[in-house]
Every structure is written in C-alpha cells, then in structure tokens.
C-alpha cells in the first residue's frame, strides 16, 4: 500500500541549511507536499511539486525529487527558530476518486541556538 | 487564515459516549475531507465528501460517519468512543486542488 517515511528528528544551528528527507513508495502519485505544523496548530502547506518536476525553489525553501528513487527532499536556507515546528512529507494520487493525501509521521525540527 | 474553522477546539469524552465534530470552510469549497492525527503521528484520512455525498473512506469503521450541508458546514460522527480515538480531528477544505486545514478539534477519551 502507500507509504511515507521520514525521519523523525532534525536538529540545526541557527543561520545553517535544513534538510529534511522523505521516500515513498507509491509510484502514482501526483503530487509532493511539505507541510508546517507548529504546537497546538493545524497544518500549513509549505510548498508542493508535480509528480514531473525535479526542483522546485521559493524563496528559502527548495525542494527536490528523485522519482526514480521516490525519494523527495526539503531544504530551508538560513534556519531561524521560527522554522522549529513539525515537517509533514505528504503525497496524493489524483488518479481515484478522491484526491486524499498520504502523510509520513513527521519531522521535528530543533534549532540549536 | 485558512478560512476552515472547527469547534469545539477541545473535548472530553469518556469511553462509550458518541461524539461530533463540527467544521465550517469558505463558500465554493466543495470538498471537505477529514483526517485523525493521533500523538506523534501523521494525519490518517478518514473520508472525504464532495457535494453532500461521500467520496472516498479511509481504513476507518462505520462508527465513524460524516456529512456534508448545503451552506459548506461538515460533521465528523463518531460512535461508541474507544480510548484510542483520542486525538486530534482535521477538517480540511479543497479548492483548485490545495487543502486548507482548520486549527483542529482534540478529542481526549477516557
């Protein structure tokens, strides 16, 4: 069936790149997404990329993927302590009759001062 | 600001009881999808509703139901409430194919 991973825990020095890695296992998905979720908040779409891109970049986030690999990346640049929060690697498959998304279990961010 | 607003933010419940949700997003946003995020996991779908009528389900039991209104309100129903329903509830609403999230209901049983 589907699946996402991701680790769970990350942790950076302020001013220093994030990155953050996902695979998944569905061949048909169609969409790629990172989402924010800070404490006590529902989830923020960061950024997304089509299934037939390999990089998308805005602003201080870039992401990339390998479709061969499935394997999808978020890099933030310049990681301040407003970027702490949980990273969700999400995928959907627009193909069915509904459009839901897969999420992995989520990445914590830690920003070491 | 998502424009998806849920209530009750917060709620206890004890095993047994039935419980609903409630969530309200933007007009023109037909499709209302509603996911579970249980403690230190990833948001799991548990069905979507496009025009008043189910859309797709998610590996949830029937206890679990959901409607959809005319004025883009959305109900999650959940019946005869298990300790392991405690969790945080998400609506999300859908126009031109991005998902807007509420800030969620946490649902505690005990």
Redo the contacts between chains.
């Keep these: 069936g589907e699946d996402?991973e991701q680790s769970l825990f990350l942790s950076v020095r302020e001013g220093d790149s994030s990155v953050i890695n996902c695979t998944y296992t569905d061949s048909s998905s169609t969409?790629l997404y990172w989402y924010k979720q800070e404490p006590g908040?529902?989830?923020?779409?960061l950024t997304y990329i089509f299934s037939n891109m390999d990089m998308k970049q805005d602003q201080r986030l870039t992401v990339l993927l390998n479709k061969k690999d499935k394997h999808l990346s978020l890099r933030i640049a310049d990681t301040q302590t407003g970027d702490s929060a949980i990273y969700?690697c999400?995928e959907s498959n627009?193909s069915?009759?509904?459009?839901?998304?897969?999420?992995?279990?989520?990445t914590r961010l830690h920003i070491l001062p | 600001e998502?424009g998806?607003t849920q209530s009750p933010t917060h709620l206890i419940k004890t095993r047994g009881q039935q419980v609903t949700l409630r969530c309200s997003s933007q007009s023109g946003h037909n499709?209302v999808?509603w996911?579970q995020q249980a403690l230190?996991?990833?948001?799991?779908?548990i069905f979507?509703y496009y025009r008043e009528e189910e859309?797709?389900r998610?590996n949830f039991p029937p206890r679990f139901s959901g409607l959809q209104f005319p004025n883009y309100s959305s109900e999650l129903n959940v019946n005869a409430l298990e300790l392991d329903d405690s969790a945080l509830y998400?609506c999300?609403s859908?126009q031109h194919?991005?998902?807007f999230?509420?800030?969620?209901s946490r649902l505690t049983v005990l």
């Design positions: 996402v969409y908040a529902g989830l923020q779409l969700f999400a627009t069915g009759r509904d459009d839901k998304i897969i999420f992995g279990k989520g | 998502t998806v499709t999808s996911y230190g996991q990833g948001p799991q779908f979507q859309n797709g998610g998400l999300a859908t194919g991005e998902l999230f509420g800030e969620g």
